[in-house]
């Protein structure tokens, strides 16, 4: 590895190792984080490359403060990330709250482990989906990314500092210790392929009184610090102008309400999903590692002459509602397919039910990624 | 004839006509001693980023300092601070918050910032009290006294000496004064300004509604008085024995040393990773 | 005019009363009306004894007094 920005090749790598890499080539500057497994490996590989790049990684004194420091550092006009797992997110979500209400960009990687608490390090689950939604307190929309492979682990990383920039707001990757440590085929394109979105900002030289900074759906241009916008950044409940409003119901109503449509209104331009459906009966719902046994599940029903599509959530927040009902009216059977008690399947059956049976599927052991066969014992029961 | 007009109010944001402080709040002297400072150094506000937490004093630079101002989350203005200083190593990058904020949820912050020696000005504004809900203990509210949540008194023994701690941790430059002192806190803010390095300047400021009251002090008047009364220059508490120095306030510049600013290592080791040494 | 008082921002003698008592030459005292948030602000009762000390400024948690400095240097003129 040299001193170049975009890594442009083909390797065999490891998805932590490209998450870092697709930060790196997204234009990241600032990286602030707190060692856990199995999400280290991202910031040793960012400890080592950033500075060759004019950029620095933080092990700061614990998440909260990693978390903290990245949001400063987004104010200070830097792309900025952190990587953490499960436990670690438990500790930053009042400061994702922050970033939230003060509207800031920045990417969160979890590499979801075995869970709740300590849990199981080294293993992959999905047990943190709904945390990204709902975990800080209030009512509040996120984006989130949910890569199947090393090879997303580089291009959702890059994607979720666009999104950041562009819609002013926390995005989360939702990895898993499978993706996570597995190492495939990876390939970096050329540095011009690559699209590198930085936030709006206001005009040098506009009269700070004339800045309308928040709560815009279509979003605010930012007025990051060190510009002489003089921006009040306070994550009590503000106004477009950052002043603080702690008497009027209105206003609160209009800071919950502004903050969700920002990504609600956009929410088409937002979603991405893997669909392969058409004509299928039976469709099976996944995300993330188990999306690769699903396909494998689904390639081999079709051999046996069954009607089986699939349809893979990339973004699961914003809930991509739409997808749901679009492939729910097609279909006699939705199986949802999670590495996980059940966390999105609540909303995705809620959508669906309207529409077509829906059951939900977990491995035989959570902690591990479905057995295709396992699939295909459900589908041939549902199909029954 | 023209008006004189405070020389000061032109650092104040124009959509704030007052201060949200109490009649008589300490945190209003410590706000005009900042400014001042700026002032006196010819600086501009724009200079600066201000960041503070969640408590009364965290309202001196949000929102009436017409500045770059970021009210964080309650304890972490520090690690905030730490990613701004990061992204804007030209602008002096300065911490105003309380007592509870930066010495009990945010402890571990205030500690590991001095150890790092980061280029930061931290101003912690010590009145004793979780105030701004209304009245309930502190790590340094004496024993005895009772709060919303100790009505029986505090039975916990309070901080000796935050400054101190801070000490110990690492920081280069450690000063304390009171409200009382506002011409002596003045000059050390300026030279904390100034200096790089961590620089933390412990502020003793009156309450006299939600401490005062509860403490049996009659106002902003007396509670200023006794600080003046109590106070030791660190010179003079040198020369005192334990039995002496018990309920003195020691004042002064406490600490000031040359040691590596963690943001200069940095650039330090950016260069190092540049030339492939390892 | 070597002090000037923003009575809408001063918090009241009664309550505050920082200015009164810093002042060593008893320049103040309160005035007999209240400002339009209720509260009772100094007046000046004489000026003449004024040092331009400027502890009244200095002191006050609202930034509501300003005295022309010594050598004129600070709250000079608008």
């Given at each position: 590895?040299?001193?170049?920005?975009?890594?442009?090749?083909?390797?065999?790598?490891?998805?932590?190792?490209?998450?870092?890499?697709?930060?790196?080539?997204?234009?990241?500057?600032?990286?602030?984080?707190?060692?856990?497994?199995?999400?280290?490996?991202?910031?040793?590989?960012?400890?080592?490359?950033?500075?060759?790049?004019?950029?620095?990684?933080?092990?700061?004194?614990d998440e909260i403060s990693s978390i903290a420091a990245v949001i400063g550092a987004s104010w200070a006009g830097k792309k900025a990330m952190t990587a953490t797992s499960g436990p670690g997110i438990s500790l930053m979500l009042e400061n994702i709250g922050f970033a939230i209400g003060v509207e800031t960009p920045c990417v969160i990687v979890n590499v979801q482990r075995g869970a709740p608490s300590t849990g199981?390090?080294?293993?992959?689950?999905?047990?943190?989906?709904?945390?990204?939604?709902?975990?800080?307190?209030?009512?509040?929309?996120?984006?989130?990314?949910?890569?199947?492979?090393?090879?997303?682990?580089?291009?959702?990383?890059?994607?979720?500092?666009?999104?950041?920039?562009?819609?002013?707001?926390?995005?989360?990757?939702?990895?898993?210790?499978?993706?996570?440590?597995?190492?495939?085929?990876?390939?970096?394109?050329?540095?011009?392929?690559?699209?590198?979105?930085?936030?709006?900002?206001?005009?040098?030289?506009?009269?700070?009184?004339?800045?309308?900074?928040?709560?815009?759906?279509?979003?605010?241009?930012?007025?990051?610090?060190?510009?002489?916008?003089?921006?009040?950044?306070?994550?009590?409940?503000?106004?477009?102008?950052?002043?603080?409003?702690?008497?009027?119901?209105?206003?609160?109503?209009?800071?919950?309400?502004?903050?969700?449509?920002?990504?609600?209104?956009?929410?088409?331009?937002?979603?991405?999903?893997?669909?392969?459906?058409?004509?299928?009966?039976?469709?099976?719902?996944?995300?993330?590692?188990?999306?690769?046994?699903?396909?494998?599940?689904?390639?081999?029903?079709?051999?046996?002459?069954?009607?089986?599509?699939?349809?893979?959530?990339?973004?699961?927040?914003?809930?991509?509602?739409?997808?749901?009902?679009?492939?729910?009216?097609?279909?006699?059977?939705?199986?949802?397919?999670?590495?996980?008690?059940?966390?999105?399947?609540?909303?995705?059956?809620?959508?669906?039910?309207?529409?077509s049976q829906v059951s939900f599927l977990p491995p035989r052991w959570v902690g591990e990624i479905h057995d295709p066969e396992h699939i295909l014992t459900k589908i041939r029961e549902v199909l029954r | 004839m023209s008006e004189l007009t405070h020389p000061l109010h032109r650092f104040i944001r124009p959509t704030v006509p007052h201060s949200t402080f109490c009649p008589g709040c300490g945190d209003g002297i410590?706000?005009?001693?900042?400014?001042?400072?700026?002032?006196?150094?010819?600086?501009?506000?724009?200079?600066?980023?201000?960041?503070?937490?969640?408590?009364?004093?965290?309202?001196?630079?949000?929102?009436?300092?017409?500045?770059?101002?970021?009210?964080?989350?309650?304890?972490?203005?520090?690690?905030?601070?730490?990613?701004?200083?990061?992204?804007?190593?030209?602008?002096?990058?300065?911490?105003?918050?309380?007592?509870?904020?930066?010495?009990?949820?945010?402890?571990?912050?205030?500690?590991?910032?001095?150890?790092?020696?980061?280029?930061?000005?931290?101003?912690?504004?010590?009145?004793?009290?979780?105030?701004?809900?209304?009245?309930?203990?502190?790590?340094?509210?004496?024993?005895?006294?009772?709060?919303?949540?100790?009505?029986?008194?505090?039975?916990?023994?309070?901080?000796?000496?935050?400054?101190?701690?801070?000490?110990?941790?690492?920081?280069?430059?450690?000063?304390?004064?009171?409200?009382?002192?506002?011409?002596?806190?003045?000059?050390?803010?300026?030279?904390?300004?100034?200096?790089?390095?961590?620089?933390?300047?412990?502020?003793?400021?009156?309450?006299?509604?939600?401490?005062?009251?509860?403490?049996?002090?009659?106002?902003?008047?007396?509670?200023?008085?006794?600080?003046?009364?109590?106070?030791?220059?660190?010179?003079?508490?040198?020369?005192?024995?334990?039995?002496?120095?018990?309920?003195?306030?020691?004042?002064?510049?406490?600490?000031?040393?040359?040691?590596?600013?963690?943001?200069?290592?940095?650039?330090?080791?950016?260069?190092?990773?540049?030339?492939?040494?390892? | 005019?070597?002090?000037?008082?923003?009575?809408?921002?001063?918090?009241?003698?009664?309550?505050?009363?920082?200015?009164?008592?810093?002042?060593?030459?008893?320049?103040?005292?309160?005035?007999?009306?209240?400002?339009?948030?209720?509260?009772?602000?100094?007046?000046?009762?004489?000026?003449?004894?004024?040092?331009?000390?400027?502890?009244?400024?200095?002191?006050?948690?609202?930034?509501?007094?300003?005295?022309?400095?010594?050598?004129?240097?600070?709250?000079?003129?608008?």
């Amino acid at each position: 590895m040299n001193e170049k920005r975009v890594q442009s090749g083909r390797y065999f790598m490891m998805g932590n190792v490209a998450c870092a890499e697709g930060a790196i080539a997204a234009g990241c500057e600032f990286a602030a984080g707190y060692p856990i497994t199995p999400a280290t490996e991202i910031a040793n590989t960012l400890a080592e490359r950033l500075p060759k790049v004019g950029g620095a990684f933080f092990q700061m004194e614990d998440e909260i403060s990693s978390i903290a420091a990245v949001i400063g550092a987004s104010w200070a006009g830097k792309k900025a990330m952190t990587a953490t797992s499960g436990p670690g997110i438990s500790l930053m979500l009042e400061n994702i709250g922050f970033a939230i209400g003060v509207e800031t960009p920045c990417v969160i990687v979890n590499v979801q482990r075995g869970a709740p608490s300590t849990g199981m390090p080294t293993i992959g689950i999905q047990g943190d989906m709904v945390q990204a939604k709902h975990g800080s307190h209030g009512d509040y929309e996120i984006i989130a990314l949910c890569p199947s492979s090393p090879q997303e682990m580089f291009d959702h990383t890059v994607l979720a500092f666009n999104y950041a920039e562009k819609y002013r707001t926390p995005v989360f990757i939702l990895s898993d210790a499978f993706v996570g440590h597995m190492r495939e085929e990876v390939t970096i394109p050329e540095a011009d392929r690559i699209e590198r979105i930085y936030r709006k900002i206001p005009a040098p030289g506009t009269d700070p009184l004339e800045i309308k900074g928040f709560l815009d759906e279509d979003v605010a241009p930012m007025p990051i610090f060190g510009q002489g916008f003089k921006a009040h950044v306070t994550s009590s409940c503000h106004d477009e102008v950052g002043k603080r409003n702690l008497i009027d119901i209105s206003a609160l109503d209009k800071f919950i309400r502004k903050l969700s449509n920002k990504i609600l209104k956009h929410r088409d331009e937002i979603t991405l999903v893997e669909k392969d459906y058409e004509g299928a009966e039976v469709v099976l719902v996944s995300y993330g590692a188990v999306a690769r046994a699903a396909r494998a599940a689904a390639l081999r029903a079709r051999e046996e002459g069954f009607p089986v599509g699939t349809l893979r959530l990339i973004t699961p927040w914003p809930f991509p509602s739409a997808e749901i009902e679009r492939m729910a009216r097609t279909a006699k059977h939705v199986i949802v397919l999670e590495n996980n008690l059940g966390q999105m399947y609540p909303y995705i059956k809620a959508e669906a039910a309207p529409f077509s049976q829906v059951s939900f599927l977990p491995p035989r052991w959570v902690g591990e990624i479905h057995d295709p066969e396992h699939i295909l014992t459900k589908i041939r029961e549902v199909l029954r | 004839m023209s008006e004189l007009t405070h020389p000061l109010h032109r650092f104040i944001r124009p959509t704030v006509p007052h201060s949200t402080f109490c009649p008589g709040c300490g945190d209003g002297i410590v706000a005009q001693s900042i400014l001042r400072a700026i002032d006196e150094l010819g600086m501009d506000l724009d200079d600066f980023v201000f960041v503070s937490g969640i408590g009364c004093a965290a309202w001196i630079p949000s929102p009436l300092f017409n500045a770059d101002v970021l009210h964080t989350t309650h304890g972490r203005p520090i690690a905030f601070a730490f990613g701004i200083k990061a992204g804007l190593p030209n602008k002096k990058v300065m911490v105003v918050s309380g007592d509870g904020d930066l010495v009990a949820i945010g402890g571990n912050h205030l500690i590991q910032n001095a150890r790092r020696n980061a280029d930061l000005t931290v101003l912690c504004i010590n009145n004793g009290i979780y105030g701004m809900t209304g009245g309930q203990a502190a790590p340094t509210t004496p024993m005895g006294v009772r709060t919303t949540t100790t009505p029986y008194g505090t039975f916990e023994n309070p901080f000796e000496d935050i400054s101190a701690m801070v000490i110990a941790a690492g920081a280069s430059f450690v000063a304390r004064w009171t409200t009382a002192h506002p011409r002596e806190l003045t000059r050390s803010i300026k030279k904390a300004i100034q200096r790089k390095g961590f620089s933390f300047i412990e502020v003793l400021s009156q309450c006299p509604v939600q401490f005062g009251r509860k403490a049996g002090l009659s106002g902003a008047v007396q509670m200023i008085e006794d600080y003046k009364k109590r106070s030791l220059l660190a010179r003079e508490a040198g020369k005192l024995g334990p039995e002496e120095r018990k309920g003195r306030i020691v004042v002064g510049e406490l600490v000031e040393m040359d040691k590596p600013e963690m943001f200069e290592e940095v650039q330090k080791m950016k260069a190092r990773a540049e030339g492939g040494v390892s | 005019m070597q002090i000037r008082i923003y009575p809408e921002r001063c918090k009241g003698v009664e309550e505050c009363g920082l200015c009164l008592h810093v002042c060593k030459k008893q320049v103040f005292k309160p005035s007999e009306g209240l400002n339009l948030r209720g509260y009772r602000p100094p007046e000046i009762e004489n000026e003449k004894a004024c040092t331009a000390c400027e502890n009244c400024m200095i002191f006050c948690p609202d930034f509501a007094l300003v005295v022309a400095g010594k050598k004129g240097k600070r709250g000079g003129p608008a």
